[in-house]
């Protein structure tokens, strides 16, 4: 898009971190370092790139159940309900469940939004297609401001009613029509980190040379010309052959730009990529960054990562299920059902703390044996459906008791009734 054609597209409008749009075609002009920042050339920052694909990764593995209400606040799934399949396996024809939901979790986590449109046979979606990342909301078209979502189809402006969209907004100042984008926020922090990795490049690209000029009496055109060939050019670029050179009749080399240590490129590499974490909620050891004097493992680690858990994709995942069960579900299947992630699979992974959740979830009558071992993908065994509870708590003042000894009645004596009040 044109400088022209945005500026008459956006004329007299206050634009905010939720038009994505507009950043999209114009942030990158304005950064401090100058450096322009696109939804592609950001991924080219390896810390932005982990921390989307983080979510987007994490989203896309996670089992995505539906289940129905029943009695007494219980729950069952419901695999034949038809939003269940759209959902988990095939929200289209040509995506899987986990493709579809990584693709629109990366978006949320990039832009701020997650869009795709909806197919619809009455009040049923049948199938959902992603939307291009520029998707906005507009009102500006109708006088009696009715939200619509505008996107580019092959050059044309496409506009769709806000029940044909599924549209899940990321973190918002209050009413909003569009998430914040990240994106959009961390532009000056991109830019910068894409300036040094830039000029790191180019560092390297001149072999570790210095800038500079040469400083010595003057010289004619041809003077100039055998100069460049015999002193610059075998010592300029990647490729340079000459290292070590002879200036004669009073030349000096002066150098003009800082040296690497000067310029702190390492500090300041390692600060980017803290700072990016920053915008994205992400642990820096999440995106392979550790500080110094850390290391990567280590009980420390692991609450760090439970902290993610807990306050970053915990709060990520909820905003995706509440805008299914909003935007998806037909509104008179919504008091009986609902979509929700398998937040347990993430324990998969980890066999020694899935196995130490499922032994207590057991030995405290909140599973059965059977279903401890359905969350560790083994075959029921018979008798493993009674809840259990370990019965080994007795009261303190009966502690280094013995119970008494039963006395067994001779033969054909009766058998001795229990008091029950006996203590």
């Given at each position: 898009?044109?400088?022209?054609?945005?500026?008459?597209?956006?004329?007299?409008?206050?634009?905010g971190?939720?038009?994505?749009?507009?950043?999209?075609?114009y942030?990158?002009?304005?950064?401090?370092?100058g450096?322009?920042?696109?939804?592609?050339?950001?991924?080219?920052?390896?810390?932005?790139?982990?921390?989307?694909?983080?979510?987007?990764?994490?989203?896309g593995?996670?089992?995505?159940?539906?289940?129905?209400?029943?009695?007494?606040?219980?729950?069952?799934?419901?695999?034949k309900?038809?939003?269940?399949?759209?959902?988990?396996?095939?929200?289209?024809?040509?995506?899987?469940g986990?493709e579809?939901?990584?693709?629109?979790?990366?978006?949320?986590?990039?832009?701020?939004?997650?869009?795709?449109?909806?197919?619809?046979?009455?009040?049923?979606?049948?199938?959902?297609?992603?939307?291009?990342l520029?998707t906005a909301a507009d009102?500006?078209?109708?006088r009696?401001?009715?939200l619509?979502?505008?996107?580019?189809?092959?050059?044309?402006?496409?506009w769709?009613?806000?029940?044909?969209?599924?549209?899940?907004?990321?973190?918002?100042?209050?009413?909003?029509?569009?998430?914040?984008?990240?994106?959009?926020?961390?532009?000056?922090?991109?830019?910068?980190?894409?300036?040094?990795?830039?000029?790191?490049?180019?560092?390297?690209?001149?072999?570790?040379?210095?800038?500079?000029?040469?400083?010595?009496?003057?010289?004619?055109?041809?003077?100039?010309?055998?100069?460049?060939?015999?002193?610059?050019?075998?010592?300029?670029?990647n490729?340079?052959?000459?290292?070590y050179?002879?200036?004669?009749?009073?030349?000096?080399?002066?150098?003009?730009?800082?040296?690497?240590?000067?310029?702190?490129?390492?500090?300041s590499?390692?600060?980017?990529?803290?700072?990016?974490?920053r915008?994205m909620?992400?642990?820096p050891?999440?995106?392979?960054?550790?500080?110094?004097?850390?290391?990567?493992?280590?009980?420390?680690?692991?609450?760090?990562?439970?902290?993610?858990?807990?306050?970053?994709?915990?709060?990520?995942?909820?905003?995706?299920?509440k805008?299914?069960?909003?935007?998806?579900?037909?509104?008179l299947?919504?008091?009986?059902y609902?979509?929700?992630?398998?937040?347990g699979?993430?324990?998969?992974?980890?066999?020694?703390?899935?196995?130490?959740?499922?032994?207590?979830?057991?030995?405290?009558?909140?599973?059965?044996?059977?279903?401890?071992?359905?969350?560790?993908?083994?075959?029921k065994?018979?008798?493993?459906?009674?809840?259990?509870?370990?019965?080994?708590l007795?009261?303190?003042?009966?502690?280094?008791?013995r119970?008494?000894?039963?006395?067994?009645?001779?033969?054909?004596e009766?058998?001795?009734?229990?008091?029950?009040d006996?203590?």
């Amino acid at each position: 898009m044109s400088v022209l054609s945005l500026s008459r597209k956006w004329l007299g409008k206050v634009i905010g971190l939720e038009d994505g749009e507009f950043f999209s075609a114009y942030y990158g002009g304005s950064t401090w370092a100058g450096k322009a920042v696109t939804e592609e050339n950001s991924l080219n920052s390896s810390a932005w790139w982990r921390c989307v694909r983080l979510y987007a990764d994490v989203v896309g593995a996670l089992p995505f159940k539906f289940y129905e209400r029943v009695t007494d606040d219980d729950r069952q799934q419901a695999p034949k309900h038809y939003v269940s399949g759209l959902i988990g396996n095939e929200p289209n024809d040509y995506q899987t469940g986990p493709e579809f939901w990584s693709g629109l979790a990366a978006g949320l986590a990039m832009c701020g939004n997650g869009l795709a449109e909806k197919k619809m046979i009455g009040p049923r979606v049948i199938e959902l297609h992603p939307l291009p990342l520029g998707t906005a909301a507009d009102r500006s078209r109708n006088r009696d401001r009715r939200l619509e979502y505008r996107y580019t189809d092959r050059g044309k402006d496409e506009w769709l009613p806000p029940e044909k969209v599924f549209h899940v907004r990321g973190f918002t100042l209050g009413k909003a029509d569009m998430g914040l984008s990240p994106l959009g926020a961390a532009r000056q922090s991109l830019s910068i980190a894409l300036a040094t990795e830039e000029a790191v490049g180019r560092t390297f690209a001149q072999g570790m040379r210095a800038s500079g000029f040469f400083t010595g009496p003057k010289l004619n055109a041809d003077q100039r010309k055998d100069f460049k060939t015999t002193f610059i050019d075998p010592i300029v670029g990647n490729d340079a052959q000459a290292h070590y050179g002879i200036l004669e009749n009073g030349f000096d080399f002066k150098p003009i730009n800082i040296n690497p240590r000067d310029a702190e490129m390492l500090v300041s590499r390692r600060f980017n990529v803290e700072d990016i974490c920053r915008f994205m909620g992400v642990p820096p050891i999440l995106a392979g960054h550790a500080s110094e004097g850390q290391t990567a493992w280590g009980t420390g680690i692991e609450a760090i990562i439970n902290q993610w858990l807990t306050s970053g994709l915990n709060s990520f995942l909820t905003n995706i299920e509440k805008a299914v069960n909003k935007r998806i579900i037909a509104p008179l299947d919504k008091p009986q059902y609902y979509a929700e992630f398998e937040r347990g699979a993430l324990l998969r992974t980890d066999s020694a703390a899935q196995a130490e959740v499922v032994n207590k979830l057991v030995q405290t009558a909140q599973l059965t044996p059977n279903e401890g071992r359905r969350l560790r993908n083994m075959p029921k065994q018979e008798g493993g459906d009674v809840l259990l509870v370990n019965s080994t708590l007795v009261p303190l003042k009966s502690v280094g008791q013995r119970p008494p000894a039963k006395v067994q009645p001779a033969p054909g004596e009766p058998i001795p009734q229990e008091d029950d009040d006996e203590e």
